[in-house]
T-cell receptor
């Protein structure tokens, strides 16, 4: 079974631009979560989607948004990029996301904002 | 948010045993996960605890005390390849909360 895939793997943008990242979950997984990972803050939860609906949201500004398609693939968008948005963005998929449901992470998209 | 506390960095010797501690918020708690993350790679699942006690999985074991909001990951017979960051994550109120990770350096 193929793992979680994320595209692109690396991205360089400048301040003020916007970016869209893509995540394809493991086949059959319906829950997709997004995380931002930085050296100082660790892994921080952005949002979780299940069956095309955002179920949970972390404490990030409205510049961060996402969506999920009927095939469970998900995208996240960051508008008006700031230098502080430079990070590794990880997506994780699970069957339905309950307390007993393991999350499987993709390799991440490394975003650099100049 | 939910505070997850774990040491920033630890060093241990090949062949030794190391224990990585983690404390978490108990409100709304419904599970504790440990992940391993090698530099430049995605986190990979190691263990899951929801009931008090020890879960053993080969060289790795994880312990949970729900009343104390405490968990630890025990790594035995350390190998050089165990050098990585270890992330503690608690599941509270239907969300995952991750610690900043403990960077483990295994030296010969």
């Amino acid at each position: 079974k193929a793992g979680v895939t994320q595209t692109p793997r690396y991205l360089i943008k400048t301040r003020g631009q916007q970016v869209t990242l893509s995540c394809s979950p493991i086949s059959g997984h319906r829950s997709v979560s997004w995380y931002q990972q930085t050296p100082g803050q660790g892994l921080q939860f952005l949002f979780e989607y299940f069956s095309e609906t955002q179920r949970n949201k972390g404490n990030f500004p409205g510049r961060f948004s996402g969506r999920q398609f009927s095939n469970s693939r998900s995208e996240m968008n960051v508008s008006t990029l700031e230098l502080g948005d430079s990070a590794l963005y990880l997506c994780a998929s699970s069957l339905v996301q309950t307390s007993t449901d393991t999350q499987y992470f993709g390799p991440g998209t490394r975003l650099t904002v100049l | 948010g939910q505070n997850i506390d774990q040491p920033t960095e630890m060093t241990a010797t090949e062949g030794a045993i190391v224990q990585i501690n983690c404390t978490y918020q108990t409100s709304g708690f419904n599970g504790l996960f440990w992940y391993q993350q090698h530099a430049g790679e995605a986190p990979t699942f190691l263990s899951y605890n929801v009931l008090d006690g020890l879960e053993e999985k080969g060289r790795f074991s994880s312990f949970l005390s729900r009343s104390k909001g405490y968990s630890y990951l025990l790594l035995k017979e350390l190998q050089m390849k165990d050098s990585a960051s270890y992330l503690c994550a608690s599941y509270n109120f239907n969300k995952f909360y991750f610690g900043s990770g403990t960077k483990l350096n295994v030296k010969p």
